[in-house]
C-alpha cells in the first residue's frame, strides 16, 4: 500500500529528517568502530596536544514558550595548570560541519554555544575535540 501526502513538502521534510538522522547515526557507528578497532584518533595521533582537556558533554537550553528557540551547548574542562585554546568541531542539523574556538583558562569549565535552532530536536552530532594549543 502506497502511501499518499497531501501535502508533498511534508514528504520532503520526512525524507530529509530520515536521512539526516542516518548520516548522524553512520558518524556515530563510524567513530565507535575507529575505537573499538584500535584506529588511532586525532586525539591519540597526538596525546600531548589535548591531555588535560575534557569534553563533558552536551547540554540542551529549552527556551520555549518565552522563545521559538533550543539553545545547544558544549562544556569543556581544562585541568590543567595553562590556559588552552581549544578547537571543538561537531555536526549540525543540516549535516554541516562547524568548528568553535574557545580559549580556556586554567582549572576552568566553559561553557560553549554551539548552536541555536528553531524547536526541533536535533541535537549536534558528532561532538569532538579537534585541536588543542
Not at 562544556?75 to 578547537?87: C, E, F, M
Not at 549540525?92 to 554551539?114: P, W
Amino acid at each position: 500500500m502506497k502511501t499518499h501526502f497531501h501535502r508533498p513538502w511534508l514528504q520532503h521534510s520526512c525524507w530529509l529528517m530520515l536521512t539526516l538522522f542516518a548520516t548522524g547515526c553512520a558518524a556515530l557507528a563510524n567513530s565507535l568502530i575507529a575505537a573499538g578497532t584500535g584506529a588511532p584518533s586525532q586525539a591519540a595521533a597526538n596525546p600531548s596536544s589535548c591531555s588535560g582537556i575534557e569534553l563533558m558533554g552536551l547540554y540542551k537550553n529549552d527556551m520555549r514558550p518565552m522563545a521559538p528557540l533550543i539553545l545547544w551547548f558544549a562544556k569543556v574542562r581544562n585541568a590543567t595548570s595553562v590556559t588552552r585554546i581549544v578547537t571543538v568541531g561537531w555536526t549540525n542539523l543540516y549535516a554541516q560541519e562547524k568548528i568553535f574556538r574557545a580559549e580556556i583558562g586554567s582549572g576552568d569549565i566553559a561553557t560553549l554555544e554551539l548552536t541555536r535552532q528553531q524547536p526541533v530536536e536535533r541535537q549536534p552530532t558528532n561532538l569532538r575535540l579537534i585541536e588543542c594549543q
